[in-house]
C-alpha cells in the first residue's frame, strides 16, 4: 500500500497529473476496510516506517478521517470522498522542494512560507478531477485553517470552512503528534 502511494507521489513530483481512477481503485478498499473495521488504521499506525514518513502520513490521515466521518454520521459515500481528501491533501507538497519539506532543522521564515504554500498546490492539482466532490476540494485546500482565523492559506474562521475541511485538519494533526518527527517526538495514542 505504502509502496504504490508513494509511487504515485512521485510522479506527481515529477509534473504528472493526480489520476483519481487510479487513486480510487487503490483508495476505496482501503477506506472501505477501515470503515467496516477501525482496528486497520490501528494496525497501520503499529507498522508505521519512519522511512516512508511521507507517504505513510497520508495514507494515514485520509483512513483516519473517514473513520472520523462515520463517527461523526456521514454517509458512506462522504465517508469516502472524505478520505480521498486526506489522502490528497498534502500532494501539493510533492511541487515544494524536498530539502525544505523533509528539513530536519528549524525551518526560516522563507521555507515555512513555501510550506504555507502546500494547500493551494493541493487545490490546483485536484480541483477539476472529475468524481471529487466540491466540498472534498475544499476541505484539500481549507485543511490547515483554524477556528480563530490563524490558519492558512486563507485565514478562514470557523464558520466559513467547510466540515470535511475540519475533519481532515484533526486527522492531520492527530497523526503529526502520534509519529516520529526529526524535529518533535511522537506522543501515545492515549496522550
Do not use: W
Not at 467496516?36 to 483512513?63: H, P
Not at 472534498?136 to 492558512?152: K, M
Request: net charge positive; with cysteine; hydrophobic share 35%.
Amino acid at each position: 500500500m505504502t509502496k504504490e502511494y508513494k509511487a504515485m507521489l512521485k510522479k506527481y513530483q515529477s509534473g504528472g497529473k493526480v489520476d483519481i481512477l487510479k487513486v480510487r481503485s487503490f483508495f476505496v478498499p482501503i477506506v472501505t476496510n477501515v470503515l467496516e473495521d477501525k482496528n486497520v488504521f490501528f494496525k497501520f499506525y503499529e507498522e508505521f516506517d519512519q522511512q516512508e514518513y511521507f507517504s505513510q502520513r497520508l495514507l494515514a490521515v485520509g483512513m483516519l478521517s473517514a473513520l472520523l466521518g462515520k463517527e461523526l454520521g456521514y454517509s458512506t459515500g462522504d465517508c469516502i470522498q472524505l478520505g480521498i481528501a486526506g489522502l490528497l491533501c498534502d500532494i501539493g507538497m510533492t511541487k515544494i522542494p524536498e530539502k525544505v519539506y523533509k528539513k530536519a532543522a528549524k525551518l526560516t521564515s522563507s521555507e515555512r512560507n513555501e510550506i504555507k504554500k502546500h494547500p493551494v498546490y493541493s487545490y490546483k492539482m485536484i480541483k477539476d478531477l472529475p468524481s471529487l466532490t466540491e466540498e472534498a476540494v475544499l476541505g484539500v485546500l481549507q485543511h490547515h485553517e483554524r477556528e480563530d482565523g490563524s490558519g492558512y492559506p486563507l485565514g478562514l474562521k470557523g464558520e466559513k470552512q467547510t466540515r470535511f475541511s475540519k475533519v481532515i485538519a484533526v486527522s492531520d494533526v492527530f497523526v503529526a503528534l502520534i509519529s516520529d518527527r526529526s524535529y518533535q517526538e511522537k506522543v501515545t495514542l492515549f496522550e
